[in-house]
């Protein structure tokens, strides 16, 4: 099998932290600082993430690369409100996500957040509207189900059920039934690692649309590297560690990716 990073090149340049006037000049949607998890596995303590600190800004689409186990999922979780630190602070916009109750953690994902998980936890027994729909019940101003599922190309199969659709379609569904309630964040974890080279592509079309039409933060997790090429800035973990952070001089079109 080909290098992933050989076959599609990155062009991109170090990481270097905004400047104060830079800084001031862009919303910072995520910032954290000191972050650090300590799962308790009987007598074994397991390190998950340690000293994290970082600043996402609003509209930027970030992958986060690592192998398992290097604390991204675990980063991903805490920034979606699943999961709280053991020490350090993440702050949402003016959202304490540290210090939060469960009832306001809640309420932040209802409001704020959209996941879009490796496998699709459809419904089986709706159609695709009704999929959608769930969302839209409890969400403050959703747009139509319709109009998100035309989004993600899919306005010609709303009446079909799960498993009339293709893997591909099933992951578009789950990707409108996270942007229905027009989310400032799209938080996805291993999208593509259930589908097929070209299906994969498809979905991060989809993903990539809906960060620049909707001016939506996309976070993404990926064992694969030749993704990174798509996003603004690329965080390599380890260890529970940011072990460095890339900026793309020249984002590349999900079409063009090849792994």
């Known amino acids: 099998m080909p290098n992933a990073l050989a076959a599609t090149p990155v062009v991109a340049t170090p990481m270097v932290p905004p400047g104060p006037a830079e800084a001031s000049s862009r919303d910072a949607v995520f910032v954290v600082k000191g972050l650090a998890k300590t799962y308790d596995m009987g007598e074994i303590k397991v390190h998950a993430l340690m000293e994290v600190d970082l600043t996402i800004f609003k509209g930027e689409f970030i ?66 509207r009704e999929n959608v729909e769930l969302v839209t ?8 189900a319709v ?77 694969n590297a030749a993704i990174a090429g798509m996003a603004d800035r690329v965080l390599y973990l380890s260890g529970g560690r940011i072990e460095k952070m890339v900026q793309n001089a020249h984002k590349v079109a999900p079409s063009e990716l090849a792994w």
């Open 63 to 128: 992958v986060l690369l690592g192998a398992s186990g290097s604390g991204k999922s675990t980063l991903l979780n805490i920034l979606g409100g699943l999961d709280r630190p053991t020490s350090g602070t993440a702050q949402f916009a003016d959202h304490d996500l540290t210090h939060a109750s469960d009832d306001e953690l809640t309420l932040y994902r209802r409001e704020h957040v959209g996941f879009v998980f490796q496998f699709y936890n459809l419904i089986p027994s709706l159609t695709v």
């Open 137 to 144: 019940d409890i969400a403050k101003e959703p747009m139509p």
């Open 147 to 223: 109009e998100a599922l035309s989004m993600v190309g899919l306005a010609e199969r709303v009446d079909h059920f799960p498993s009339q659709l293709s893997g591909g379609e099933q992951q578009r569904v789950a990707i409108a039934r996270a942007i229905v309630k027009k989310p400032e964040v799209l938080l996805c974890d291993e999208p593509t690692g259930a589908l097929d080279y070209q299906t994969g592509k498809l979905v991060l079309e989809v993903i990539a649309r809906i960060n620049r039409e909707m001016g939506t933060t996309a976070i993404v997790i990926t064992h």
